[in-house]
Structures are given as C-alpha cells and as structure tokens.
C-alpha cells in the first residue's frame, strides 16, 4: 500500500522547464503583399532619417538641433529652450497617435517603422545577401571553421559595422552641424563628445541589429508588455483562423478538406519566416510584432494548394467568432476607445497648429541687477538696472524699439534701437528712472515693451518691478 501511495505521489509532480536555452532564429524570407509594404517602409525611413539632415534652408542645415546653441531648426521654424510647450505637444501626439494605430491595428508600428524592426530588416538584407538563405546560414553556421567560413562572417560584420558607424554619424549630424561634422572627420579633427556619440550609436545599432534582434522585442521592449491593455475584441491583430486550419495535416495539393480535415497542411512555413520564432497557431503572443510575414507565406501555400487565401490573416477576435465580413469589421473600428484617442489627437494637433500660426517671434527675458537694486541719481530721481535678453526666433534681422510705462514719468535713459541679427540673441543693460514721488516704498509695478520697427505686429510685453528706496 506505502508502494502505491509514493507512485501515485510521484506521478503527481510534472517537470516544469522554467528557462530554455537559446536558440539562434534564422528566419526564412517571406514574400508577398505585406513584405513590399515592409520594404517600402525601410525605404522611406530611411530616405527621411539618412537624407534629411544634407538638406538646406536659408543657407543652413534644414533639420538641426543644435545643442551649443540651444536652438532647434526645422525648415523655416526656430525653437528655443522657451519653446517647450511645443516639444510637449509633439510628445502628446506622438503618444496617442501610437494609442490610435494600436487600438486600431495592434503593433503595425512594430512591424512597419520601428527602428529596432527596420534596422534589424537593413542588418538581415546583408546577412542574406553575404551568407546566403535560410538553409545556406544554417548549413554555415553548423560546419565546421574553414577559411570560407571567417571570410564570410568577417564580411559580414565588416558590412555591419560600417553601417552602423554611418547610422551613428547620421544620428550626431542631427546635433552638431552634418557639414562641419563630416569636415571634422576627414581632418581627424572630431570632437570628444562627438566622437563618443557616433561610436555609441553605432555600437548599440550593431548590437541590436545585429545581434540581439528578437531579443530586445521579446525582453526589453516595453510596448510589448503594456499592448494588450489596448487591445480589446475589434483589435485588427495577425490570427489564425481555428476553425477552417483545424485538424492540421500534410495533404497532397490535390486534396481537398473533405473528411474533417482543415487547410492547415502543418508545413510549418508561418514559423520558420517569423522574426520572433513564434507559432501564430497557438494564438496571439506577446511577441508578435504584426510583421505579417507569415500572411504572405501561407497565402503562398493556399495558392499552391487551390485553397482560399486567409487562413492567417489581419482579423479581429469579434470577426473570427461572429464570421464578419470586411465591412463589418470597418464598422466595428469606430468604437468608443478609438474615438477618445482620435478627438485627443485631433484637439492636441489643432492647439498646436493655432499656437504655432499665431507664435510671436520675439522673446523677451528680464533680469534684475542683483548688485545694486535701486540707487538715486543727481536730479534726485531713482534708477533702476535691467539686463534685457532679445531673441529674435525669426530668420531675418529685426531693429527693436524699446519703451517702459505703467509708473508715472518712468523712461529708459539711453532710449536706443536694439538690433538684433536673424535667430539670435542679444543681451542689453538698461536703465530705467522715474520720479522719487511716482512710487511707494518697495517694488512697484511697471512694464517692457519691445515693438519691432520692421513690424509692428511683433511686440512683446513683459511685466517687472521698480524698486524705491
């Protein structure tokens, strides 16, 4: 009876494997409608990121933040570290333009134009093309060390490195001025901190890219966690349609589903051709990047079989279940989430537009002397000293006008144009006198303004406090 009891006991206890080995993915190429959608994505980042900052406007870097000067360029724009408000707006729209694609279609960003997916895309076109397909890497990697095989690899990472090196130099040329960057570099004459950025980013590209690839979706990105709190059943997500591949089984292309069996031949194929090694059958997973990569693939095999294409497709759990139609599934997008983050959307981009429309390019900062707070002058009247800095954020030259009032018989001593050359900024000392009897005791109020002679419509107002002894 004790003999019984400790086999039933043991037999009660599984083996769970909590951690698996690594294991390297060679992913097989897979082609079809949404891997030209793919390429053409890389394409056009690309053009954007590796292009932008050559182009010009006005005579300078037509994309450039420069952060020795403090000053942002974009086209005709210049922002300034006051302009923070607008860094603020491009945050708030960026974040609820990924909320809207995300509610909408789940991470199409992640498989279309994040760069971890399109660098990693960039870094296995040249794996692909120095080592070969699928089977080609895989036959490579498992053989033995041969002069063939360093030649090889050694192209490759030379390949990779030079890549990222460009992508990193890319990246900097967008902080520091690209022309005088890429002249510091061919005289040997780049600075530390810019020497240290290039290579930085270039080493975390090549290591990402290159190397880590599933890896940082899988384990270090963080959307990938908190998407499924944006999900819910009218989600567009890559699905595997159960009911029309199950039961799975090899068949001959000449066979059709009669019997009970589904139109999933288990070939396999939807696994080999994922990024993240994952079998889109068992359902949706946390890894899935929505590349649809094994779409194309299976559709390629219902072509071959004289099927239907579909069986794993963009659907939404509501359709699966409820076999909608794609009209239905359209009507089904405008739900309450997705209206939120649409009006949010709209209503934050409309703000900034209308702030952006009606900015003032003059900015005014007014700095109290701290050594000498008020002192009386020879005709008894009592003077104050300013320290005014001037920013003109507009691409032209302006000459400013200077005034002050809001205190009785307050002026500027030296009444002077202050000239101030396209986005830049001057600092001017001012003194400011009124009358002893024009104020009480301790801080009175009064005011700046700036008009632009040019323009009158450019004017600042800026309040500050006279102080009477």
């Not at 009897?437 to 700036?450: M, Q, R």
Request: proline letters at 3%.
């Amino acid at each position: 009876m004790t003999g019984k009891k400790q086999e039933s006991s043991a037999a009660a206890y599984q083996s769970v494997l909590m951690f698996t080995k690594y294991q390297k993915i060679y992913a097989k190429r897979a082609r079809g409608f949404f891997d030209n959608w793919r390429i053409s994505m890389v394409i056009l980042t690309q053009a954007v990121f590796y292009g932008g900052l050559w182009l010009e406007w006005n005579g300078r870097q037509a994309l450039l933040l420069h952060l020795v000067e403090r000053k942002f360029y974009i086209f005709g724009l210049v922002f300034w570290p006051q302009d923070i408000i607008y860094l603020t707006a491009m945050l708030i729209v960026s974040a609820y333009a990924l909320f809207l694609v995300t509610a909408i279609a789940g991470r199409l960003f992640c498989g279309y134009a994040c760069p971890q997916t399109v660098y990693t895309q960039l870094f296995m076109w040249i794996e692909n093309w120095v080592e070969g397909e699928r089977n080609d890497r895989i036959k490579l990697d498992n053989g033995p060390l041969t002069l063939r095989k360093i030649r090889i690899k050694l192209t490759k990472h030379l390949l990779w490195g030079a890549l990222a090196l460009w992508t990193g130099f890319t990246l900097a040329g967008y902080f520091s001025p690209v022309r005088e960057l890429w002249h510091n570099l061919l005289t040997w004459n780049l600075g530390g901190w810019e020497t240290f950025w290039i290579f930085f980013y270039a080493g975390f590209t090549y290591l990402l890219a290159g190397n880590m690839r599933e890896l940082v979706c899988r384990h270090m990105c963080p959307y990938a966690r908190f998407q499924s709190a944006m999900f819910d059943p009218d989600t567009l997500v890559i699905t595997y349609d159960n009911q029309r591949g199950e039961p799975r089984g090899q068949r001959s292309s000449s066979a059709d589903s009669a019997g009970g069996q589904g139109d999933c031949v288990d070939c396999g194929l939807c696994v080999r051709v994922c990024p993240t090694g994952i079998d889109i059958r068992n359902g949706l997973q946390y890894e899935c990047i929505g590349c649809a990569s094994c779409v194309d693939v299976c559709n390629e095999v219902m072509d071959k079989l004289g099927q239907p294409r579909g069986l794993v497709r963009y659907s939404t759990e509501n359709a699966l279940a409820s076999h909608f139609g794609r009209q239905e599934i359209v009507s089904h997008i405008m739900r309450p989430r997705v209206l939120g983050y649409g009006a949010v959307l709209v209503l934050v981009m409309l703000l900034a537009a209308w702030f952006l429309a009606h900015r003032i390019p003059l900015k005014v900062d007014v700095i109290r002397d701290r050594g000498m707070m008020s002192r009386e002058i020879e005709d008894g009247r009592i003077e104050n000293i300013f320290t005014l800095n001037v920013m003109n954020t507009e691409e032209q030259a302006h000459r400013y006008k200077l005034a002050v009032n809001g205190l009785a018989g307050v002026e500027v001593a030296d009444s002077g144009d202050i000239e101030v050359p396209a986005a830049a900024s001057r600092s001017v000392i001012v003194l400011v006198r009124a009358p002893a009897e024009s104020g009480t005791k301790g801080a009175n109020p009064f005011f700046f303004e700036i008009v632009s002679a040019e323009n009158p419509d450019i004017r600042v107002r800026e309040k500050a406090s006279f102080l009477m002894p």
